[in-house]
């Protein structure tokens, strides 16, 4: 089945760090992918998972858990630009994405 | 980057014309592109996947004599909404899966919002 989850919402401030956790079960999985979606805008990609353990790319790292079914997004240094919906999603053995309902993140001064 | 375009960006229509969008990948081959739509405050819901050169695969739901998708080429994919009315209007989005890609990564577009009046 699909199932995944994200918290809907989170506030940090600004220069802070925030960690937006990510929880899925599956069956097949073909790893697990973050992207940025400004309000009114499409998704960009933020990063991809598909192995154990962290990937940091700047100010931004992904974990990723396959055993536990789990992965985080750490925003570090946050900034006002920051402040969007932050969507996880895995992709299925038939190499489709399933989506989070994604965590609006506040970022306030 | 891989880029994605779609047209057109927004447009507004009268209830029951027919409205097509068009996505495009401007400089890789895309061998599986993807529909979603994307209604306020919500997750992006995929409605079909479709491949190249073969018909598009549907989700549950989704009406396929509505919402007509078309993939004539590796770099031009069509969604027409047939008869649209206000309860279409939402954001649709394209996204385009590039042939060799290690990733498996989707690029998307940037969107068209529709308004059915």
Redesign the interface.
């Known amino acids: 089945g699909q199932n995944i989850d994200q918290p809907t919402e989170m506030t940090a401030t600004e220069g802070a760090i925030v960690q937006i956790n990510c929880t899925y079960q599956t069956s097949g999985f073909?790893?697990l992918?973050w992207?940025q979606q400004h309000a009114?805008?499409?998704?960009?990609?933020l990063s991809?998972n598909v192995l154990d353990g962290l990937e940091e790319k700047g100010r931004f790292s992904s974990f990723l858990s396959r055993s536990k079914g789990y992965s985080y997004l750490l925003l570090k240094e946050l900034q006002m630009k920051d402040s969007a919906s932050y969507?996880c999603a895995y992709?299925d053995s038939n190499?489709?994405?399933i989506?989070?309902?994604?965590t609006k993140l506040i970022i306030k001064p | 980057g891989a880029v994605v375009s779609q047209h057109p960006s927004w447009v507004i229509c009268k209830s029951g014309t027919s409205v097509k969008i068009e996505c495009r990948s401007l400089d890789f081959q895309a061998t599986t592109m993807?529909w979603y739509r994307q209604f306020p405050k919500?997750?992006?819901m995929?409605m079909a996947?479709s491949n190249e050169g073969s018909k598009a695969t549907y989700e549950q739901g989704v009406e396929k004599d509505k919402f007509l998708i078309n993939h004539a080429s590796l770099t031009l994919s069509t969604l027409t909404v047939t008869s649209a009315h206000p309860e279409d209007s939402s954001?649709y989005?394209c996204s385009a899966?590039e042939l060799a890609n290690d990733?498996?990564?989707?690029?998307?577009?940037?969107?068209t919002?529709l308004t059915v009046l």
Do not use: C
Request: glycine share 16%; proline share 5%; no cysteine.
């Open positions: 073909n790893g992918f992207y009114g805008e499409a998704p960009t990609f991809y969507l992709m190499y489709q994405l989506w989070g309902a994604g | 993807f919500q997750s992006l995929l996947t954001f989005i899966r990733y498996n990564e989707q690029f998307f577009g940037p969107g919002r």
